[in-house]
């Protein structure tokens, strides 16, 4: 049964986002990438390294990072420099390029995690066929802002697929570049004319 406007107990009840940050997150700051990248390694947690670097170069969303298959992103035994992947939400392939760092970390893992073409680079710990889930995803990002100081409200997945985008606005200042990056442009173009 549902409850009425009328009815006086529903407006003493606290809205479920009171005091809480529910607008965009922020990008990280080349500082806080670094920061982040030292403390995964200090610790010598390879997938959450290669999991970060995978995640700022692709500009993927959460759903669509964890669901990446070894296949999508080696070719011949080797890291490939670009990638496509098409993206749950709407369908299209979008294609990104994968940077030394990001090379690097995702070799170190798929080295010590093996596995087919077939398989998810990230792996669920639960389910052995399945992949990381983008719940798991959210906590490990909220667990990295946070042993380098940054308040965990401010930012989250959205946060690692904003900040390549933000850093190559901030040095070209180059709005195209940044929609194309975010497979803007066809939207743009449509409200445009």
């Not at 920061?35 to 995640?55: G, K, M, S, T, W």
């Not at 669920?124 to 100081?149: C, F, K």
């Amino acid at each position: 049964m549902g409850y009425s406007d009328l009815d006086p107990a529903v407006h003493e009840r606290r809205p479920w986002n009171a005091g809480q940050n529910v607008g965009p997150k922020r990008p990280l700051k080349p500082r806080d990438i670094w920061a982040i990248r030292f403390y995964l390694d200090e610790h010598r947690r390879l997938r959450d390294r290669a999991l970060f670097d995978l995640a700022i170069d692709s500009k993927l969303r959460g759903c669509d990072l964890v669901k990446i298959r070894i296949g999508d992103v080696t070719s011949g035994g080797s890291i490939r420099n670009r990638s496509t992947v098409i993206q749950q939400k709407t369908g299209r392939p979008v294609q990104f390029e994968i940077m030394t760092e990001a090379r690097k970390s995702l070799t170190a893992w798929l080295e010590r995690r093996r596995g087919t073409i077939l398989d998810f680079a990230f792996p669920s710990r639960v389910d052995y066929l399945g992949h990381l889930s983008t719940r798991q995803y959210a906590r490990l990002v909220d667990e990295w802002v946070s042993t380098v100081g940054l308040d965990k409200r401010e930012y989250g997945t959205h946060s690692l697929r904003r900040t390549k985008v933000s850093l190559i606005y901030k040095a070209t200042g180059n709005l195209r570049a940044v929609q194309i990056l975010l497979r803007m442009a066809t939207y743009c173009q449509r409200t445009a004319g």
